[in-house]
């Protein structure tokens, strides 16, 4: 299933992803660094969603208590918790 989040406090305005069951897929950012976005979406592929959760939140991008790495976090958890 597709899912869609608002990111707050980051230069990217949303990440989506697709979540099949317990893995994580097609990561995109609308807006933000361009080349850290692809980054963290080839990195983000194909990784069980708790555990790729775990890894990124609490990520801070120079200071401002979030970051999108962050934000994909958030919008995991927010994600498994609606699919519960």
């Known amino acids: ?4 989040y608002k990111t707050r406090g980051t230069c ?11 893995t994580v897929s097609g990561v995109r950012f ?3 660094c361009h080349g850290n976005s692809q980054a963290v979406a080839a990195l983000a592929e194909g990784l069980p969603a708790e555990q790729l959760a775990a890894k990124l939140k609490g990520i801070d991008c120079e200071g401002r208590g ?13 994600a498994l918790e609606s699919a519960d």
């Open 1 to 4: 299933m597709r899912y869609s």
């Open 66 to 78: 979030t970051s999108c790495p962050d934000q994909l976090a958030r919008a995991i958890l927010a």
């Open 30 to 32: 609308r807006g933000g």
């Open 12 to 22: 990217a305005t949303e990440v989506s992803f697709d979540l099949d069951g317990q």
